[in-house]
Structure formats: C-alpha cells, structure tokens
T-cell receptor
Framework: GAGVSQSPSNKVTEKGKDVELRCDPI?????LYWYRQSLGQGLEFLIY????????KSGLPSDRFSAERTGGSVSTLTIQRTQQEDSAVYLC?????????????FGEGSRLTVL | SQQGEEDPQALSIQEGENATMNCSYK?????LQWYRQNSGRGLVHLIL?????REKHSGRLRVTLDTSKKSSSLLITASRAADTASYFC???????????????FGQGTELSVKP
C-alpha cells in the first residue's frame, strides 16, 4: 500500500481480555517498529524487527506483551490479559533499511482503551 | 532511559513569528531526526541531520546539531497556523547500534501558532 496501515484504529476492551493489533508496513521496508504513546506523552519504544527477527524487544513492558512478524511484512502486537494501564495509542512505523539510513514512516496508530 | 528531551514543553506564538525548539540527548549518535505530530495522528518525518553535519535546511525549517553539547535545535521561520502540532526529536544510540537499531523519542514540544 501507499503507507503504513494499522488496524483497528480504535479498540475498546474489558480488563483481562486479550487484544491483537496489526501493522502492515510499506512494501519493501525491512525494518518495523512498535511504539506506545500515552495521552500527551512522548513515544515509548516497545520492539523493533529487522526482517522477521526482533533484535531488540527491550521495551516490552511485561510478558503480557508479545509481537511477531511474518514474511518480512505484516506484524501483530498481542497484549494478553489487558490492564487499564495498557490504554494508549500504539504506533507502528517502518523504514527501508534502518534508522541510520533514513526516516521512519508511521501509521495513524491504534487507540486502545481498557475499561 | 530517555535519550532525547525537548525544551520548551509548550510554546505559543503569533503567526509570522519564528519558533525555536531545543533537544538534548545523552549518548553518541549516528543521526538525529525531527518529527511532527498533528493531534490524533501519526508522526511525520521532517528532517534528518547526521552526526558529521552542523546545520541543515529544508524550506522554512533550519536544524542545527552540536555533538559536543549533545544538543540540537529546530527553527521554524515565518510560522503559520498550520504549523500547530507537537514536534519530537529522535536519536539512535551509536555505541550500542553501529547499524540499525531503534530511535528513541523525546517528550516533544507542543507548538501553538495563533492566527
């Protein structure tokens, strides 16, 4: 597609439920990033993929968070047993090679609300 | 740990005035990037400046980088109401990531340009 696509754009869930957030990066982009942004705050790094492998998953807040990337393309961020503090906008970005070689292209985000 | 920190946190100016935002970071970097975020949207890349560059221009944007002080500034000249947005600096970490790796974002400066 023309840009990074994220779905759903909005998700309201009950505490304790699992959620899956999807990111479809720009075709041909090898690097994919997940960030979290709480209301009025900066971006918190979660995980980074190069191809299908994740060299850096140091930002995942707990073992309730996991992510995978298949076929060097689509990525899914899964949050198990959601808590209210998980409420945030989850942003996905992709880049052609790496942050050393150019810019990140961001999706519009998935806004998660945990009741 | 946070890499980039912006100053000021919020800035309100009149249309036509110049807006200056500052960013400080902690470690050696390969490059520094500036992004813009309109309310409720994803981030959009503005400009990238490499560690061996001191100044870069793009339209009404001027970015400086002082690696000895570990700081950067973004100047928007002749501001317009449409420049109202949050602005973030982002850096990699050269010591850890010789190639590739993640971008760490600051907390952002919220710019309001009044018509």
């Amino acid at each position: 597609g023309a840009g990074v696509s994220q779905s759903p754009s909005n998700k309201v869930t009950e505490k304790g439920k699992d959620v899956e957030l999807r990111c479809d990066p720009i075709s041909g982009h090898t690097a994919l990033y997940w960030y979290r942004q709480s209301l009025g705050q900066g971006l918190e790094f979660l995980i980074y993929f190069q191809g299908n492998s994740a060299p850096d998953k140091s930002g995942l807040p707990s073992d309730r968070f996991s992510a995978e990337r298949t076929g060097g393309s689509v990525s899914t961020l899964t949050i198990q047993r959601t808590q209210q503090e998980d409420s945030a906008v989850y942003l996905c970005a992709s880049s052609y090679l790496s942050v050393n070689t150019g810019e990140l292209f961001f999706g519009e985000g998935s806004r998660l609300t945990v009741l | 740990s946070q890499q980039g920190e912006e100053d000021p946190q919020a800035l309100s100016i009149q249309e036509g005035e110049n807006a200056t935002m500052n960013c400080s970071y902690k470690t050696s970097i390969n490059n520094l990037q500036w992004y813009r975020q309109n309310s409720g949207r994803g981030l959009v890349h503005l400009i990238l400046i490499r560690s061996n560059e001191r100044e870069k221009h793009s339209g009404r944007l001027r970015v400086t980088l002082d690696t000895s002080k570990k700081s950067s500034s973004l100047l928007i000249t002749a501001s317009r109401a449409a420049d109202t947005a949050s602005y973030f600096c982002a850096t990699d970490d050269r010591l850890i990531y010789n190639q590739g790796g993640k971008l760490i974002f600051g907390q952002g400066t919220e710019l309001s340009v009044k018509p």
